[in-house]
Every structure is written in structure tokens, then in C-alpha cells.
């Protein structure tokens, strides 16, 4: 009896510290804010304070819903104070990329707020966004750049978060504690959504979306439908191209999804096509006209492309270009946007951590091959993964054009949640009865 209940006893131990733990972390950080004489840093403190009562209230929630609930809270904890830890290593090192520029037009947009006016730019979307969003947090907070930054973390772990629910919804005999390490730990995740600008808010926005897919590819509910509205909106507001990778996988999902409904599948398959197709095709007409894409033809897009990766090659981190039309230039594109630079390519310290970074997944990916090999033979069995593996395909597509080292390695934490479940999509968690997992192998 006592060794049933030592289960229960160590789980609520091992919250209990969790939240001692955090609770003294942020104690000694919202005390270093505080104890600095400037308006902005304390209300950094306040925003940080705010965020602790918030999360602890989020991170409880999500851990009472999963199998791996005390582990999972103190996982979702360390993110959150790693975060906090590579926001400020991006203060020290000049990572910051247009924070300052997002901080000053914050602002001014809150004034003109706070006057009862509506700020007037050039668009609503994309860096627009991003400023406009800035205005409305310091019409509430005040300007602080340390507030902003601390709360754009948050809201990047908070789309990790949704990535692992995702994970665990669509695949509940993955390998829930491998994709909870990579999602809410990995360095990339954890250093590029942690400032002020679009990387945290798109994968925050994409982790919704990915979740909001994984309900629906079980039922059709509108919780599903919610998350997934609230995603794509974000992505079309945050970055409007990948919006339409994201919704042409989402449709490549649903058109081989099984429906199990006797002679009448084929004609509920029509009637969600008759739905789902238009909508999807609005969509990426809305974000062709944001990204000022002339033409939806195939030579439109690819001149498209072509142009945009032509404005990366520039600066201290180029590369030569790689042309991922060609069966090996796509091959060549997809090691470039998963793992390069390489060792010898890298000709700084931080490029060199990446390279290091870079060959630790190609390493992970090789000892998991048989989990990846699994996923990949599973597609035609799995709406879910046919979604994971479109996007992932598109999206090497369009950015293994890009020809310049730092804004690969910024843009790929966009990819990587998706890599991160064909590495854990076989089952390798132990069950109650101490044996391993079988991996689910019938049609979802």
C-alpha cells in the first residue's frame, strides 16, 4: 500500500519544490529589477510579478490534464527561467535584432492611444503588428523594454506549450517526455522567442494552430476550430507567408483524413471540401496581398522567392545560395535550413554554438531514424503527420533559398516543433505496467 501511494507522494513533491523553485528564482530577479532606480526596470518587476502568479495558475492547469503532470510542471518551470536567461543573454550579446526600433514605435503608439486617437501607419500587419501590439502592452504597463521582453518570452513559451499539446493529442503513444525536453528546452526555442519582435508572437500563433489542427484531426469540436481560428489569424497577421504553407498542409491533411461514415463519406468529404477549400484559398490570397505577391501562379511564386532570398545574401553570415528546385538542391536546402552552419563554416562564437546546436539534431535525428523512418511510413495511415510532413517539406522549400546564416537560424524555430515529432513520434515512455509503449499504427 505504501508503495502505491509513494507515486502520488513523490509527484507532489516534485510539484511542491517546482514551485518553490520558481517562486525563488523570479523572488531574486523581480528583486534585482526593483532594486534599480529607473520607472522602466520596475515596471519590468511588476510585469515579471504579474506573469509568475499567471503562469503558475497555466503551468498547474496543464499539468493536472497530462499523464506527465509532475514532470511536466517543472519542465514548463526551468523553460520559463531559461527564457528569462536567454532574454538577457540576448541583452549582452546584441541579439536583439529590431527590439529597439519595436520599443520606440511602441511608444509613440501609446501615446497617441492614451490621447484617444488610432495610431496611423502604413499597414496593420506583419512589423505593423508587431509595433501596434508593443503600443497597446506600454499603454497598460508603461514603456519598458525589459517588460516587453520578459512578456514576449512568456508568450514564446507559451506557444511551446501549445506545440506539446498538440504533440500529445495527436500522437498519445509518442514519446511525450522526448518531445517535452526538445519543444520546451532546446537552445534555438529557447533563445529566439525570447525578445521583443515576431518570433515569439509567430510561434506562439503556430503552436495554437498546430493544436487547434490536432483536435479537429481527432473530431470536429469547436475548441479545435477556436485554437485553429486564433493561429491563423495570428500567423496572417504576424507573418502572412507562412500562413499559406501552414493552411495548404492543413488542407493536404484533410484531404486524406479517413471519414467513417459508410456510403455517405464521399459526400461529407465534398461538403468539408466545399468549406474548407474556399476558406483556404481566401486566406492565402489575404497574405499574398500582404506580402505584396503579384501573382499565385507557380512562376509568381517562385519569382517571389527567388527576389526574397536574393534581399538575405548580405552581411557577415551569407552563404551561396542554393537552388532548391533541383532534387539535390532540396536536399542540400533541407540540411542548410536544419543544420547548418556547419563546424567549419561558423567563424564566431555564437555561430559556432549554432554549428554545435546544428550537429547535435543531426545526431538526435540519426540515433531516432527509426522513430523518424516510423512517422514517415505512418503518413498514409496518419491525417496528422501528412500536415506535419507538408508543412515541413513547403517550408525547407521557400527558406533553403535564404542565403544568410543568422536569419536561417532565426526562422527555422518555426520548423523545428514539427521536426521535433517525427524524432518522438515513436513511443518510448513506459506504461503503468513497466513495459514499453506500442506505437499506434490505425487510421486516425
Same mark, same amino acid.
Given at each position: ?60 492547469? &496543464?499539468?493536472?490534464?497530462?499523464? *506527465? ?37 511602441? *511608444? ?37 523594454? !525589459? ?38 528546452? !532546446? ?52 507573418? =502572412? ?7 495548404? &498542409? ?7 483524413? =479517413? ?34 505577391? *503579384? ?61 554545435? *546546436? ?25 491525417? !496528422? ?23 536561417? &537560424? ?14 518522438? !513520434? ?5 506504461? &503503468? ?12
Amino acid at each position: 500500500m505504501s508503495t502505491l501511494a509513494s507515486g502520488p507522494v513523490q509527484a507532489n513533491r516534485m510539484r511542491a519544490v517546482a514551485v518553490l523553485g520558481l517562486t525563488l528564482a523570479l523572488a531574486w530577479g523581480i528583486g534585482t529589477l526593483m532594486s534599480v532606480k529607473d520607472m522602466a526596470t520596475v515596471r519590468a518587476a511588476v510585469v515579471l510579478s504579474t506573469l509568475l502568479v499567471v503562469s503558475l495558475l497555466i503551468f498547474w492547469a &496543464a499539468a493536472r490534464s497530462d499523464p *506527465e503532470g509532475s514532470l511536466l510542471l517543472v519542465v514548463l518551470i526551468l523553460s520559463f527561467v531559461f527564457k528569462l536567461v536567454a532574454a538577457y543573454s540576448r541583452f549582452r550579446m546584441g541579439l536583439l535584432a529590431d527590439a529597439f526600433v519595436y520599443d520606440k514605435f511602441g *511608444e509613440d503608439i501609446a501615446r497617441t492611444l492614451a490621447a484617444g486617437e488610432w495610431p496611423v501607419m502604413d499597414r496593420y500587419w506583419s512589423t505593423g503588428f508587431v509595433r501596434l501590439v508593443t503600443g497597446m502592452v506600454y499603454l497598460i504597463t508603461g514603456p519598458t523594454l !525589459y517588460g516587453a521582453t520578459i512578456l514576449w518570452a512568456w508568450f514564446g513559451l507559451l506557444g511551446m506549450l501549445g506545440f506539446y499539446k498538440a504533440f500529445t493529442v495527436a500522437f498519445p503513444d509518442g514519446n511525450r517526455r522526448l518531445y517535452m525536453a526538445l519543444i520546451l528546452l !532546446y537552445p534555438s526555442m529557447l533563445l529566439w522567442t525570447s525578445s521583443l519582435g515576431k518570433d515569439a508572437l509567430m510561434v506562439l500563433a503556430l503552436g495554437m494552430g498546430a493544436y487547434g489542427a490536432a483536435r479537429l484531426h481527432r473530431r470536429l469540436d469547436v475548441p479545435g476550430l477556436w485554437w485553429l481560428a486564433l493561429g491563423v489569424a495570428g500567423m496572417l497577421m504576424v507573418r =502572412p507567408h507562412i500562413v499559406g504553407v501552414f493552411v495548404v &498542409a492543413l488542407v493536404a491533411s484533410m484531404l486524406v483524413r =479517413p471519414i467513417r461514415a459508410g456510403v455517405l463519406s464521399p459526400v461529407i468529404r465534398l461538403a468539408g471540401l466545399a468549406v474548407l477549400v474556399p476558406v483556404a484559398l481566401s486566406l492565402i490570397s489575404t497574405a499574398a496581398g500582404f506580402i505584396r505577391l *503579384e501573382s499565385l501562379t507557380t512562376e509568381g511564386v517562385l519569382e517571389f522567392v527567388e527576389w526574397a532570398g536574393g534581399q538575405t545574401e548580405q552581411g557577415g553570415s551569407a552563404f551561396a545560395r542554393i537552388n532548391p528546385r533541383t532534387p539535390v538542391g532540396f536536399v542540400l536546402g533541407t540540411l542548410t535550413v536544419l543544420f547548418r552552419p556547419f563546424p567549419w563554416e561558423a567563424h564566431t562564437v555564437f555561430a559556432s554554438m549554432t554549428a554545435l *546546436e546544428g550537429l547535435g539534431l543531426l545526431a538526435l535525428v540519426l540515433l531516432r531514424w527509426r522513430s523518424v523512418k516510423a512517422a514517415l511510413l505512418a503518413v498514409r495511415r496518419d491525417s !496528422y503527420l501528412v500536415m506535419v510532413l507538408v508543412y515541413g517539406l513547403l517550408f525547407v522549400f521557400f527558406f533553403a533559398n535564404m542565403a544568410n546564416f543568422g536569419i536561417v &537560424a532565426r526562422q527555422r524555430v518555426q520548423v523545428y516543433p514539427f521536426v521535433f515529432m517525427l524524432i518522438a !513520434y515513436l513511443g518510448g515512455h513506459a506504461s &503503468a505496467s513497466g513495459r514499453w509503449s506500442a506505437v499506434r499504427t490505425h487510421d486516425r
